[in-house]
């Protein structure tokens, strides 16, 4: 009776793990295996995160897989997005085969793993993709709407192109009774250019912010 429960929690602990590394991408460079994914998913731009790697052999025993310990020793893990790239400060957690490093993603879209260097003996030079990083969006609850912000933008807009118009209108003599001549139509041109440069920073600073 132990046995087969022991089984049991044993089955649905392995489930749980499958489940967890189910975005991982895993290679083979005999004779080794490398995982490597993400050790929050889904991965959320400016939340701390971490690459993780697991790198293992079959055992002696057949289904066992056995960690490599100092797998990083002459191997180098490179993140990739676009073009930009970061050498990584690899740790080791308690389980040999298990690595990870710290990382806040800043930016939403495909990041991959360059493994280069070797491991005993064997040389490793891959590429290897993880899963994309998302929006703050996909943990929103309730989900906000983006349409006020939309509507701010909007209103920014109109509000520097109505300033446009009476700075034209000035300009020109019409819509707008200033004289042409004096400190009066200087003030005026003056408060509405620096009007206008507040709402364009402003626009800026929303657009950014999405």
Do not use: C
Not at 60 to 68: D, N, Q, Y
Not at 125 to 153: H, M, N, Q, R
């Amino acid at each position: 009776m132990k046995v087969t429960t022991l089984s049991i929690i044993a089955l649905l602990f392995s489930v749980g793990l499958a489940s967890s590394a189910f975005a991982h991408t895993t290679i083979e460079v005999e004779p080794y295996e490398i995982e490597v994914g993400w050790g929050v998913e889904p991965p959320v731009v400016g939340f701390r995160n971490d690459f993780v790697f697991d790198i293992s052999e079959t055992g002696e025993t057949a289904g066992l897989k056995v960690g490599i310990k100092n797998a990083f020793k002459n191997l180098e893990a490179t993140a990739k997005f676009g073009g930009v790239t970061k050498i990584l400060d690899m740790g080791s957690d308690p389980r040999p085969g298990h690595y990870f490093s710290h990382v806040i993603p800043t930016k939403t879209g495909s990041y991959s793993i360059q493994l280069k260097g070797e491991i005993n003996g064997v040389l490793i030079d891959v590429d290897i993709p993880v899963e994309d990083v998302e929006s703050t969006a996909i943990l929103d609850f309730p989900p906000t709407s983006g349409s006020s912000s939309d509507k701010d933008v909007v209103a920014l807009k109109s509000a520097v192109s109505s300033l446009q118009q009476d700075v034209s209108s000035i300009k020109s003599g019409s819509g707008i009774e200033v004289s042409s001549e004096g400190a009066a139509y200087d003030f005026a041109i003056l408060g509405l250019s620096i009007a206008t440069a507040a709402i364009i920073l402003a626009v800026i600073a929303l657009i950014k912010r999405k």
